[in-house]
Nanobody, 124 residues
């Protein structure tokens, strides 16, 4: 059984920063691609960022390039999403995900494992 637990969400003013964390437990998925998705009210879930198991390859949605940074710590089996220069349109529930392919995550929005999500609210 695999569990992904997100933390770090909250309320922040536009221009501020937040760091989300995603801790994995249960069966080891250290060699999986890890990623982040988000879903705003009334909208479909969308890809945000992903990182390869080695940490050497990352990919981002165009809307967050230059503002968000994804990273991972294998020793802690934890993935992070550093979010800077936040905008009100970044308001959403953010989900951690684990899969075997960055391309699949980004192009189809699919993932083998999902977290429960953490709310991020950016006020104007």
């Amino acid at each position: 059984q695999v569990q992904l637990v997100e933390s770090g969400g909250g309320l922040v003013q536009a221009g501020g920063s937040l760091r989300l964390s995603c801790a994995a437990s249960g069966r080891s998925i250290r060699f999986y691609v890890k990623g982040w998705f988000r879903q705003a009210p009334g909208k479909e879930r969308e890809f945000v960022a992903a990182i390869s198991w080695s940490g050497t390859i990352t990919d981002y949605a165009n809307s967050v390039v230059g503002r968000f940074i994804i990273s991972r710590d294998h020793a802690k089996d934890t993935t992070y999403l550093q979010m800077n220069s936040l905008k009100p349109e970044d308001t959403a529930v953010y989900f951690c995900a684990a899969h075997d392919s960055i391309a699949t995550m980004k192009q189809s929005g699919e993932s083998e494992y999902w977290g429960q999500g953490t709310q991020v609210t950016v006020s104007p």
